[in-house]
C-alpha cells in the first residue's frame, strides 16, 4: 500500500516545528507543539471532541480499504471486526490500552499500522469504514491539559509495509522504547515460572491456615510465587470494597502477617500482595481523611476512588506498599484497578490544592514514585498489572501484565495473552488465573493448559482437592511451561488468524519450534523439522489427531505424548513433503526429532 496523505488539525495549538522520516513505506512525523488560542479544528465535527473544552491535536487521513479484513487494537479481544467511521471512538490513557492501531488482511499481513508516541495522556482513535466509497477513514486525537505548561513533543509512526502483522506489532512496542525517556521495568526470572494465585479458589475467604495448605503442593508442582489476593486486610468476605484503605493484616485471618510471608519463603517461593491501588472504603479508618479526596464514590461498593491530583493522596499510597514491604518482607505486588483512575460524572475540577490538573498526569507522577521507592527498596521487586492497564509507559512501573478477569474461559485468555505479548516487549505476560471444577476430565484440564501455554501461568485451585489425574496433569504441563519458558515467551513468536482469535500460535528460539492448535481439522504449517533439533506441536483441541503440511522430506523420530506427558507412541519414520495427519491424544503432544538427534535433545520429557 502506499502511504496515505495525513492530514494535521489543531485547536488552541500550534505546530513550531515538524519534521518526518521515510523509507521503504514506513514513515514518522515529529512535532513540537505550543499554545495558540486562535486555533480552531478544520475538521468534521466528532462528538467525543468537540464536547471537551482541552486543546488537541488531530490528525486525518483516508485510504481504499482493499483486502482489510480486521482492525487490532491493544483492547479489541473479540472485536477484531471492521467498524464504521460513524463508531465512537477508542479511549486510551496511561491507564487504558494503548495507541496504536492495526489493520491486517486475510494473509496475516500488516496494511496499516499507525502508532503514536503519546501514551499518557488521553488519545482517542477512531478507526473506520467509510460507507460511501469503501474508504478506511482513520482519525487519531491526543487531548493535551490547559493550559500548557511546556513545550510538547508528539511523534506518530506510520507502517505500510507487507509484513506480518505481529511483526508490525512488535516493531511498534521497540518503537516506543526508543522513544521513551525510561527503559522497562526489569524481569526477574521468577517472573516467567508458574504462580500460585488465592483469588478464585479462595476468593476473601483466606486465612493462614487454609492457604498454608497449599503451600506444599505449590513448592512441589515447581510454583516459584504466591499471589496473596482480596481478603487479607478484611474480615468481610462479601466482595465489596467498604473496608480498603488501612491496609493492615485483619488479626482474625493473619494473626502474624509477617510470620506468614516468612512461611512463603520457607517453601523457597516468593511472596506478591494485592493492593486494590484507588479504593477507599466507607468503613475504613482513614476514610474521614480522604474523603474530600475522591474522583468518584460508589455506593454499591461502598468505597471512593482517590483522586491523585492531590500530592498527600499519591504520598500516603507510597507509604502503604513502602510500610507494607518493610514490615512483611514482601517481594512484590498485585496492584489492582489502577484503570478506575478517570474522570467521572461526580470528579471534582481542578483546585489549587492539587497540584496536576490532569488525571492521567497525577497517575503517572504516583506510578514513578511508587516504582522508584519500592525498587530502591528491593531491584528484584515484581510488579503485577491486570489488562487493560498495560501500555507502553506502564512498562516502566510493572514487569507483569495479566489477562483481565475471565474464569475458566481457556479462549478468553489465549486471546489476551496473545494481545498482550504482541506489543509488550519483554514484559512477563501472564494467564489470568486457571481454575476448573472438581471433577474435570483430565485432557479438559490440559487444553486449558495449552490456550495459557505461551504465558506464565497462573493456577488457582485447591491443589490438595485435585484428582490423581489432575495432579499429574498439571505437574507434566507446569514441569513443560518452565524447561521450555525461553521458548514459550522469550521466543520469535508469531499469531495466526487474529480474526478467528488466535487458532494457531507458533514460537521458537535456540532450534526448538513450539506450535500449539486451537482448532480441530487445520492444516497446521510444520517448517522443516531437520532445521530445528526439537519440534513439538501440542494438540489444544478435542480431537485426537494433528494434520501437519511439511515442506521438505526427512527422517524423524516421532514421539507422541497423552495429556499427562506419558509416551503412548514412538517410531522413526521418513515423511515426505506433503500433508501428514498423526494421531495425537487430545490435551497431549507430537515431538520430532531429526534422525542422528544427540540423547540430550531426545531425552524423554517429564
Avoid at 465512537?88 to 500488516?110: E, T
Avoid at 486457571?434 to 485432557?443: G, Y
Avoid at 500449539?516 to 531437520?530: F, G, H, L, R, V
Avoid at 494434520?547 to 516421532?558: D, K, M, N, Y
Wanted: with cysteine.
Amino acid at each position: 500500500m502506499n502511504i496515505p496523505k495525513v492530514n494535521i488539525s489543531f485547536r488552541k495549538l500550534k505546530a513550531d516545528v515538524v519534521s518526518s522520516s521515510e523509507a521503504d513505506g514506513l514513515l514518522t512525523f515529529h512535532y513540537t507543539i505550543c499554545p495558540d488560542a486562535s486555533a480552531k479544528d478544520s475538521f468534521p465535527e466528532r462528538f467525543q471532541l468537540s464536547s471537551s473544552s482541552l486543546p488537541y491535536i488531530r490528525l486525518r487521513m483516508t485510504f481504499p480499504a482493499l483486502g482489510i479484513i480486521g482492525t487490532w487494537m491493544a483492547d479489541s479481544g473479540f472485536s477484531k471486526n471492521l467498524r464504521a467511521d460513524w463508531a465512537p471512538g477508542q479511549q486510551i490513557n496511561l491507564s487504558h490500552s494503548a495507541p496504536v492501531v492495526c489493520f491486517f488482511n486475510g494473509n496475516d499481513q500488516n496494511c496499516l499500522t499507525l502508532a503514536l508516541s503519546e501514551a499518557a495522556r488521553d488519545v482517542l482513535l477512531f478507526p473506520g469504514i467509510h460507507e460511501e466509497n469503501g474508504e478506511m477513514l482513520l482519525e487519531a486525537a491526543v487531548l493535551l491539559s490547559e493550559p500548557l505548561s511546556e513545550e510538547y513533543h508528539l511523534s506518530i509512526r506510520l507502517d505500510t509495509r507487507t509484513l506480518p502483522f505481529y511483526e508490525s506489532l512488535k516493531e511498534v512496542s521497540n518503537w516506543w522504547d526508543s522513544v521513551s525517556s525510561d527503559a522497562p521495568m526489569k524481569v526477574p526470572a521468577e517472573a516467567r515460572i508458574p504462580m500460585y494465585s488465592t483469588w478464585y479458589s479462595y476468593h476473601q475467604d483466606i486465612s493462614d491456615e487454609a492457604l498454608s495448605r497449599e503451600y506444599g503442593p505449590a513448592e512441589t508442582l515447581g510454583m516459584k510465587a504466591v499471589i496473596i489476593d482480596d481478603g487479607w486486610q478484611t474480615s468481610d468476605n462479601n466482595r465489596g470494597y467498604g473496608y480498603c484503605g488501612d491496609w493492615e493484616n485483619t488479626p482474625d485471618k493473619f494473626p502474624d502477617f509477617a510470620a506468614h510471608v516468612k512461611k512463603i519463603h520457607s517453601h523457597h517461593m516468593k511472596c506478591l500482595l494485592w493492593y486494590s491501588v484507588p479504593f477507599i472504603g466507607r468503613y475504613s479508618r482513614i476514610w474521614n481523611r480522604f474523603s474530600e479526596k475522591l474522583l468518584h464514590y460508589d455506593e454499591e461498593l461502598h468505597c471512593g476512588t482517590l483522586d491523585p491530583r492531590y500530592p498527600e493522596v499519591r504520598e500516603y499510597l507510597v507509604s502503604v506498599f513502602e510500610k507494607g514491604m518493610k514490615e512483611w518482607n514482601l517481594d512484590g505486588f498485585k496492584l489492582d484497578f489502577i484503570d478506575s483512575f478517570r474522570s467521572y460524572p461526580d470528579t471534582p475540577a481542578y483546585s489549587d490544592t492539587m497540584d496536576y490538573s490532569e488525571i492521567q498526569d497525577a497517575v503517572y507522577a504516583l506510578m514513578l514514585e511508587i516504582s522508584r521507592r519500592l525498587q530502591k527498596q528491593n531491584p528484584s521487586l515484581l510488579i503485577e498489572f491486570r489488562q487493560n492497564y498495560i501500555g507502553p509507559r506502564m512498562r516502566r512501573f510493572g514487569n507483569i501484565f495479566r489477562v483481565g478477569d475471565c474464569p475458566l474461559s481457556g479462549i478468553s485468555n489465549r486471546v489476551g495473552i496473545t494481545d498482550l505479548k504482541l506489543i509488550s516487549g519483554n514484559t512477563a505476560v501472564h494467564s489470568d488465573m486457571l481454575m476448573w471444577h472438581r471433577d474435570e476430565k483430565p485432557e479438559d484440564v490440559a487444553i486449558q493448559l495449552i490456550n495459557n501455554i505461551f504465558a506464565t501461568l497462573q493456577i488457582s485451585v485447591h491443589l490438595n482437592e485435585q484428582t490423581t489425574e489432575q495432579k499429574k496433569v498439571l505437574a507434566h504441563y507446569l514441569n513443560f511451561s518452565t524447561k521450555y519458558r525461553e521458548v514459550l515467551q522469550c521466543g520469535d513468536f508469531r499469531a495466526h488468524a487474529p480474526l478467528a482469535l488466535y487458532p494457531l500460535l507458533e514460537s521458537c528460539k535456540d532450534q526448538i519450534w513450539i506450535s500449539a492448535s486451537y482448532k480441530e481439522n487445520q492444516i497446521i504449517p510444520s517448517p522443516d523439522p531437520a532445521s530445528y533439533r526439537e519440534t513439538i506441536f501440542l494438540n489444544g483441541t478435542k480431537t485426537p489427531e494433528l494434520t501437519l503440511r511439511f515442506s521438505a522430506p526427512g527422517v524423524f523420530l516421532i514421539r507422541k505424548l497423552d495429556c499427562f506427558g506419558e509416551i503412548v507412541h514412538e517410531e522413526t519414520k521418513a515423511l515426505t513433503a506433503s500433508v501428514h495427519t498423526f494421531q495425537v491424544s487430545q490435551g497431549g503432544a507430537l515431538f520430532l526429532y531429526p534422525s542422528g538427534a544427540s540423547k540430550s535433545d531426545v531425552a524423554i520429557h517429564s
